[in-house]
């Protein structure tokens, strides 16, 4: 059974960092590129950051490029999304996110690329 179960969401204040993890299962995580899409009220859900399927290549949003940056364990099937210099428009429930990739430096930027999604975790910046 797939699950990608992602923690560490919260409050912060505007300037603040924050990190989101994600623990990735029940599939071959070193075949997937692993990424992080969020989703504000009444918005369409948009790309954050990916990395590639040998972590050796990532893209960024440009509104988060220097940011926030993205890692991946493949010894422990995890994901992590560092943020920093938040802003409050960063606000958002984050999905992590896992795409099957057929090279290894291959990542993605479209929902359409996606095979699986975790629950989301909020995230919420205050001003």
């Known amino acids: 059974q797939v699950q990608l179960v992602e923690s560490g969401g919260g409050l912060v204040q505007a300037g603040d960092s924050l990190s989101v993890s994600c623990v990735a299962s029940g599939f071959t995580f070193s075949d997937y590129a692993m990424g992080w899409f969020r989703q504000a009220p009444g918005k369409d859900r948009e790309f954050v950051a990916a990395?590639?399927?040998?972590?050796?290549?990532?893209n960024e949003a440009d509104s988060v490029k220097g940011r926030f940056t993205i890692f991946r364990d493949s010894a422990k099937d995890t994901v992590d999304l560092e943020m920093s210099s938040l802003k409050p428009e960063d606000t958002a429930v984050y999905f992590c996110?896992?795409?099957?990739?057929?090279?290894?430096?291959?990542?993605?930027?479209?929902?359409?690329?996606?095979?699986?999604w975790g629950q989301g975790t909020q995230v919420t910046v205050s001003s």
């Open positions: 996110a896992a795409g099957r990739r057929r090279y290894p430096a291959d990542t993605f930027r479209s929902v359409n690329e996606i095979d699986y």
């Open positions: 990395i590639s399927r040998n972590g050796g290549l990532t």
